[in-house]
């Protein structure tokens, strides 16, 4: 099973409201990610979780807040966003690298998310 | 500063024949290359990848060749098929386990 959840599919939101999204994995890998992806362009990483700690944080906006309660789940909390943060968020997950021969990221279908 | 360069924006192929993706990079300290395929309003998916200790990957119709001294990584996909049509993104594994994506190539196989 080489399948991420996402849930939402489709989220719009108020410039005041508070918001979140949840990924979900069962491959037994201990990385998770989220990237932002923009209509024409490639996937930008936002965050990267590695053994339930965050390892990565790509100067994202404090509005943006990840959280990894165990190693199945993602979620990203929002708050305050403004109209640029309208894309589609992106969440993957991978083994921890060095732990096995390749290194795939599987990615989840996407939340739709638009802030008005 | 793109470390990972897809400078073709579009390709056209008639299906049955071969695609051909290219991918150039910048930064010699990427060590594992993989290419994605996505369609509209979905996530990537994996399509192959390839260690830097080796020159080539192959898997179905899909076969991934690396030049290292080029910083040069092409996709080839034969027989090409309708269903191929998409937007293929080369990634370049950096630091831990951070990716970095070039801006895709869209691929069209006319039938």
């Known amino acids: 099973d080489t399948e991420v959840t996402q849930t939402p599919k489709h989220l719009v939101m108020g410039m005041t409201n508070k918001k979140s999204l949840k990924c979900e994995q069962h491959?037994?890998?201990?990385?998770m990610y989220w990237y932002k992806q923009k209509a024409k362009k490639p996937p930008e990483l936002m965050f990267v979780y590695s053994y339930e700690k965050l390892s990565i944080n790509e100067s994202v906006p404090s509005r943006f807040s990840p959280e990894c309660p165990n190693s199945s789940l993602l979620n990203l909390h929002l708050h305050a966003l403004q109209p640029e943060d309208s894309a589609l968020y992106l969440c993957?997950?991978?083994?921890?690298?060095?732990?096995?021969?390749?290194?795939?990221?599987?990615f989840g279908p996407g939340t739709r998310l638009t802030v008005t | 500063d793109q470390q990972v360069k897809q400078n073709s924006p579009s390709l056209s192929v008639q299906e049955g024949r071969i695609s051909i993706l290219n991918c150039d990079y910048t930064?010699?300290?990427?060590?594992?290359f993989l290419w994605y395929k996505k369609y509209p309003a979905e996530g990537p998916t994996f399509l192959i990848s390839i260690s830097s200790i080796k020159d080539k990957n192959e898997d179905g119709r899909f076969t991934v060749f690396l030049n290292k001294s080029a910083k040069h990584l092409s996709l080839h996909i034969v027989p090409s098929q309708p269903g191929d049509s998409a937007v293929y993104f080369c990634?370049?594994?950096?630091?831990?386990?951070?990716?970095?994506f070039g801006a895709g190539t869209i691929l069209r196989v006319k039938s």
């Open positions: 993957a997950s991978s083994q921890v690298w060095g732990l096995a021969e390749t290194y795939e990221q599987y």
């Open positions: 930064n010699s300290m990427f060590d594992y």
């Open positions: 990634a370049a594994k950096e630091y831990g386990n951070k990716l970095v």
């Open positions: 491959m037994g890998h201990r990385a």
